[in-house]
């Protein structure tokens, strides 16, 4: 009986932390960068960190782990995010979201998106 309480404690413990990580926000497309760059009213945010890519032209690039210190120099309006992977892409995009950011599409470099399909339940 003590074994399962004490697992069921932990679980309500890691839970919430589990579900930011892991669990995907719903209802944003996913969507190639090259589609977006001709948008002007789009702005291009790249979380990846900087050791892994050179980053796109005209881009903002603020990588998760600096996000909260410079979340101010993201300029208003509709965003694309561009992520390395699914975790990443899930921090930064609950995130951004709870700052008041509108998140308007996505792309993660390790998976490439499909023509008009929601990828991986975003």
Known sequence: MFQIITLTTIFVLLA??????????????CQNTADIRGNSGITILDI???NETPGYPGATNIPYA???RY???????????????RLELN?????????GFTISSYEITECPCKKG????GM
């Open 16 to 29: 919430p932390a589990l579900y930011r990580r892991y669990y995907p926000v719903r209802n944003i497309p």
């Open 48 to 50: 990846r960190d900087y």
């Open 66 to 68: 600096y996000m909260k």
């Open 71 to 85: 979340s101010r120099d993201i300029a208003p309006g509709k965003l694309h995010v561009v992520a390395s992977n």
């Open 91 to 99: 921090l930064g995009v609950r995130y951004l979201l709870s700052k």
């Open 117 to 120: 399909v929601l990828n991986h």
